[in-house]
C-alpha cells in the first residue's frame, strides 16, 4: 500500500517561483509515489485575515490554478479546499479539548508573529489555536508523512505531541504520528538577492507575464563593482548570478557567463538576457496549462469537488473511528 501524504499551503493569493521551485516541485514528485492529499488551507487564512476577508475565494482560486499549472494532477492526488471537508474543523474542536494551552503560549511562530505583526489584531482564540487546526489537518488522514519547510518544524513538532495525547486518553494507535518530510530545496532568492518573498516584494509571480519578469531582471542590480561595461564583476556579489544558479539547467551556459563576467567579456545586459531566455522557456507550458484551466471555472470547480468527495470518504473512515473512542455517539449518517 502507498504511503499517504498530507500537505497544504494558505489561501494568500498568487504564489511565486519560489514556492515553485520548493515546495512545489517536491508535491509534483510525490505524487507518483504516494496517497496525496492536497488542499488550500482557507480557514488557516482567515486566523490572520479575517478582518479583511472578501478576496479568500479569489485567492483560493489563485492557489489552485497555480498548482495545476506546476503539474499537480487531479486524476493523481485529492485536491480541495479545507473548509470543504468539514472534518477538519469537526476534528479541530475534538483535539482543542485535550491541547493544553500552555503549548500554544510556548509555539515559538505564534510568539514570533505577535511580536512581529502590529497591523493586525492576532489576540484571538483561532489565531493561538492555529497549530491545533493544522494537526487536525494532517492527523485527519493519518499520513505518515507531511511535504513541509522548516519553518513549520516548529507545527509539526505540536502536531506529533498533541496525537500523542489524544492516543493516551483514547487509545494507543488511534492517530499516527507524522514525520515531517523536509523539503530539500534550493533557497530560490529574490531579484534582490535576499530569499523571495511576498513581504520583500522581491518576487517572480508564477503567473507573472513574460513582459513583466524581462522588466524586472532588466532592472536587477548586479555587482556593484562592475559600473563601466568593461569592468570585471564577480558574480558571487550578483543577486543575477543567484537566479542563474536555480533557474539556468544549462551548466555549460553558466560556467560561459563566470567566466565572461570575471573577465568582463560579457556585458549585464547579455547576462540578464540569458537568464530571461531560461526563465521564459520554462514558464511558457506552465503558463499553456494555466490558461487553460483559467478560461474554465467550471472545471476547476469539478475538480475542487470531486477533491473534497475523496478527502470527506478518508476523514469519516477517522472520524467513524474517533467519536466511539472519544465516548460519542457515532455519527454514521454523515
Ligand atoms: N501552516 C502551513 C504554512 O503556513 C500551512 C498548513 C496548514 C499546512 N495546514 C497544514 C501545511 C497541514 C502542512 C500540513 O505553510
Ligand atoms: Fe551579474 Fe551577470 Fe553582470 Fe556578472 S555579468 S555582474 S553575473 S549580471
Redesign the pocket.
Known amino acids: 500500500m502507498k504511503g499517504r501524504i ?5 489561501a494568500t493569493g498568487l504564489l511565486h517561483m519560489g514556492h515553485m521551485a520548493g515546495a512545489l516541485s517536491n508535491w509534483v514528485r510525490l505524487q507518483d509515489d504516494y496517497e496525496c492529499y492536497y ?1 488550500v ?1 482557507d480557514w ?1 487564512a482567515l486566523t490572520s485575515n479575517y478582518a479583511d476577508s472578501a478576496n479568500t475565494a479569489g485567492y483560493c482560486y489563485d492557489t489552485l490554478l497555480d498548482w495545476l499549472s506546476v503539474g499537480l494532477d487531479p486524476e493523481k492526488c485529492a485536491i480541495f479546499i ?1 473548509s470543504h471537508v468539514p472534518q477538519h474543523a469537526e476534528l479541530g474542536w475534538a483535539l482543542a479539548m485535550i491541547t493544553p494551552l500552555g503549548w500554544l503560549y510556548r509555539n515559538p511562530t505564534y510568539k514570533e508573529q505577535i511580536d512581529n505583526i502590529k497591523n493586525k489584531d492576532l489576540d484571538t482564540f483561532a489565531f493561538l489555536g ?1 497549530p491545533v ?2 494537526a487536525a ?2 492527523l485527519l488522514y493519518r499520513a505518515d508523512r ?4 522548516e ?2 518544524s516548529a ?2 513538532e505540536l502536531s506529533r505531541e498533541i496525537a500523542r495525547r489524544f492516543n493516551h486518553f483514547y487509545g494507543e494507535g488511534l492517530l499516527v504520528e507524522p514525520q515531517a518530510l523536509l523539503t530539500e530545496t534550493p533557497k530560490v532568492p529574490g531579484t534582490d538577492g535576499r530569499k523571495m518573498s511576498k513581504s520583500y516584494g522581491n518576487s517572480l509571480q508564477i503567473s507573472e507575464s513574460p513582459e513583466s519578469v524581462w522588466n524586472k531582471l532588466r532592472t536587477m542590480v548586479t555587482d556593484p563593482a562592475r559600473i563601466k561595461r568593461s569592468d570585471p564583476g564577480d558574480p558571487n556579489k550578483c543577486p543575477v548570478w543567484d537566479l542563474h544558479k536555480v533557474f539556468n539547467p544549462d551548466a555549460a551556459e553558466r560556467a560561459e557567463i563566470d567566466a565572461g563576467c570575471r573577465s568582463a567579456s560579457i556585458g549585464c545586459v547579455d547576462c540578464k538576457k540569458k537568464l530571461n531566455a531560461r526563465i521564459q522557456e520554462m514558464m511558457a507550458p506552465i503558463h499553456e496549462r494555466r490558461a487553460k484551466y483559467a478560461r474554465d471555472r467550471k472545471l476547476m470547480d469539478d475538480i475542487l469537488a470531486h477533491g473534497a468527495e475523496r478527502a470527506r470518504a478518508t476523514a469519516r473512515e477517522t472520524m467513524d473511528i474517533l467519536y466511539p473512542a472519544m465516548g460519542l455517539v457515532p455519527a454514521f449518517s454523515r
Open positions: 498530507v500537505s497544504g499551503m494558505r488542499f488551507a488557516h479545507q492555529y487546526l493544522m489537518d494532517i507531511v511535504p513541509v519547510g519553518d513549520q507545527h509539526l
